[in-house]
């Protein structure tokens, strides 16, 4: 599935290069100003690009750094990492780990993790999501909502798939009423993760040599932020997602306030998960967020510091 290791940062210098084939329908002006995006998904999990799709696209968006960070799978590295080669892009190898606290779903960024530590434990992380889909496929039928997924071999399962093949069995008119009728948090077809606490998965990415930091926290449902993330820190996180197109900016400030307080790294992404089935883009755009490059050196040093002791 997987065999390109990254077991440090490396900063690569590309000649840029242009498509004449027209063939890439990704491709358009770039920006003039070198950006940033920390959080972005391809079909190796929930999003709807390629990984060669997600780089051209990130490229024509005016990104100069791409994090590519799917749920619980390294899988999409090999086919971005050739796809930039010859553009002046960098892919930052990441992933976005489920994890669970408070019984509620928590979602960790990790970045520069060491492949040949992590993949292993990552096996038994996709085991439990493809787990976890059979139960909210063997629930749905129960309801009379019978559905089938497509081969998802080698990819990480999620909802998202799930309600793509509710709207393709014609029980949903979009992704949107699947989510409100059935796959939602606390709706009739609803299974939680599998029991990986946020703990553990600090641990995990921390021994493997990725630096984690906390996604979307303003998106957690279980439990107050300011008093989920000391516990946090005590277990080894070391980021905050502080910039994400869910947080207000009240939210974001009271977040880099927390960050200055704990001494925490602050990243931030779109969360980018491509045009959705019918074509139409999704809520998030790549860039929207208009990071600047200077938020992954200390990152970088993080993950090298990390790449020395674990």
């Known amino acids: 599935m997987f065999d390109c290791i990254v077991t440090q940062p490396v900063i690569k210098q590309n000649t840029p290069k242009r498509y004449t084939d027209g063939k890439s329908p990704f491709l358009r002006q770039s920006t003039s100003t070198a950006m940033i995006d920390l959080h972005c998904h391809t079909t190796c999990s929930d999003g709807t690009l390629t990984p060669t799709e997600l780089v051209n696209a990130a490229i024509a968006a005016g990104i100069t750094k791409l994090a590519i960070t799917d749920h619980d799978t390294l899988a999409a590295w090999n086919e971005a990492i050739?796809?930039?080669?010859?553009?002046?892009?960098?892919?930052?190898?990441?992933?976005?780990?489920?994890?669970?606290?408070?019984?509620?779903?928590?979602?960790?960024?990790?970045?520069?993790?060491?492949?040949?530590?992590?993949?292993?434990?990552?096996?038994?992380?996709l085991a439990g999501r493809h787990r976890r889909a059979q139960a909210i496929l063997d629930k749905l039928a129960d309801l009379g909502y019978?559905?089938?997924?497509?081969?998802?071999?080698?990819?990480?399962?999620?909802?998202?798939?799930?309600?793509?093949?509710?709207v393709m069995a014609g029980h949903a008119q979009s992704t949107k009423e699947a989510f409100d009728r059935w796959l939602g948090d606390d709706k009739p077809a609803y299974v939680e993760y599998e029991k990986f606490s946020a703990i553990e998965g600090i641990n995990l990415l921390r021994q493997c040599g990725a630096v984690p930091v906390w996604a979307h926290p303003y998106l957690f449902r279980g439990g107050d932020v300011e008093t989920v993330l000391p516990e946090l820190?005590?277990?080894?996180?070391?980021?905050?997602?502080?910039?994400?197109?869910?947080?207000?900016?009240?939210?974001?400030?009271?977040?880099?306030?927390?960050?200055?307080?704990?001494?925490?790294?602050?990243?931030?992404?779109?969360?980018?998960?491509?045009?959705?089935?019918?074509?139409?883009?999704?809520?998030?755009?790549?860039?929207?967020?208009?990071?600047?490059?200077?938020?992954?050196?200390?990152?970088k040093r993080a993950a090298v510091e990390l790449a020395v002791s674990s």
């Open 146 to 166: 019978p559905v089938a997924l497509p081969n998802l071999n080698g990819i990480a399962p999620g909802r998202p798939h799930i309600a793509a093949a509710l």
């Open 82 to 125: 050739a796809a930039a080669a010859d553009f002046p892009i960098e892919i930052i190898p990441g992933l976005e780990l489920s994890t669970v606290y408070n019984g509620r779903s928590l979602h960790l960024l990790g970045f520069y993790p060491q492949a040949e530590k992590l993949l292993p434990p990552l096996q038994d992380r």
């Open 233 to 299: 820190v005590a277990a080894g996180l070391m980021g905050v997602e502080v910039y994400h197109p869910s947080h207000s900016p009240s939210e974001t400030r009271r977040l880099t306030e927390l960050c200055q307080h704990y001494g925490l790294l602050l990243t931030g992404g779109s969360d980018y998960h491509g045009p959705s089935a019918n074509g139409r883009d999704t809520a998030n755009h790549l860039n929207q967020m208009q990071l600047p490059v200077s938020l992954l050196e200390p990152i």
